[in-house]
């Protein structure tokens, strides 16, 4: 006897799981670096915003104690301080930059255009809508009441503090998944706007999707972005979108006007039998 042991379908997307800054407010994901930029000059380091940008979409201890191991940060450090860096120089470094975030936020929780549209029509679509975000809890709620102001309303949101670890662990992912009990995996998208989006997606086992223009790897504010020229603006499209797939991406959009259509594509996919 032989049975046909072939792919089968998984249905269709069900859960869309979205980033906060950079994604869906903060266009280029300005408030976190301006808070990592400013806490690290409060100790005497001096600090680039590109260098601050490097672990972004991580838990914000976890951001810092990652560019504290920067060689540059380093050395900076010894010569200011006369020592290494300690885990208090950072448990401190953190606890300084929670009011730091905190006094900028007020100035970066805009929704991004095409956010509130996009969500209307995967709504549209029976898509339930979650968010994760490396935010602490009070940061998080700022935020998320900024954006249900404007019209974007998660039902569940899930913010690092959340769970023991935060990106790239999967757990944020599937804390939302849990709370609307869709499984499995390749029934959910996560939408971010840097690599650690997309390897907490990679490992949570969903759907990748990286965000190209208005987020941290772009780094513009919406005014540099639109007075690009256009043969600038798309080779950073360009070269973000191979970091993007470098890092695993299913798929890299633009903007977020352009993800019901993706969400179309994947659906194909998977009535073809396809996984992420």
Not at 156 to 170: I, K, Y
């Amino acid at each position: 006897m032989s049975l046909y042991n072939g792919a089968t379908s998984k249905g269709r997307v069900k859960l869309a799981v979205f980033d906060w800054a950079g994604t869906t407010v903060d266009f280029g994901c300005q408030a976190p670096v301006e808070a990592f930029v400013a806490g690290f000059k409060a100790k005497g380091i001096d600090m680039d915003a590109q260098t601050a940008r490097g672990p972004m979409g991580m838990e914000k201890r976890d951001h810092i104690k990652t560019l504290t191991e920067l060689p540059e940060v380093k050395n900076q450090w010894q010569q200011v301080h006369g020592r290494a860096i300690l885990g208090e120089d950072i448990d401190s470094m953190y606890n300084e930059f929670v009011p730091h975030l905190l006094a900028v936020l007020k100035d970066d929780t805009s929704l991004i255009p095409g956010v509130r549209d996009a969500s209307i029509a995967l709504k549209k679509m029976g898509i339930k809508i979650g968010s994760t975000t490396g935010y602490f809890k009070e940061a998080a709620d700022f935020v998320i009441a900024a954006a249900a102001e404007q019209g974007f309303r998660p039902e569940v949101s899930v913010c690092s503090t959340d769970v023991a670890h935060g990106r790239p662990q999967p757990w944020m992912i599937y804390r939302v998944m849990e709370a609307f009990n869709i499984c499995p995996p390749a029934q959910v998208v996560n939408i971010g706007d840097t690599e650690v989006d997309i390897k907490a997606a990679q490992n949570a086992g969903v759907w990748a999707i990286g965000v190209a223009a208005t987020g941290n790897e772009m780094g513009l504010t919406e005014v540099e972005w639109r007075s690009l020229d256009s043969t600038t603006r798309n080779m950073k499209l360009a070269a973000i979108q191979e970091r993007f797939f470098q890092a695993g991406a299913h798929y890299v959009i633009d903007t977020l006007e352009e993800l019901p259509s993706i969400i179309e594509e994947i659906d194909n996919l998977l009535a073809n039998g396809h996984s992420p």
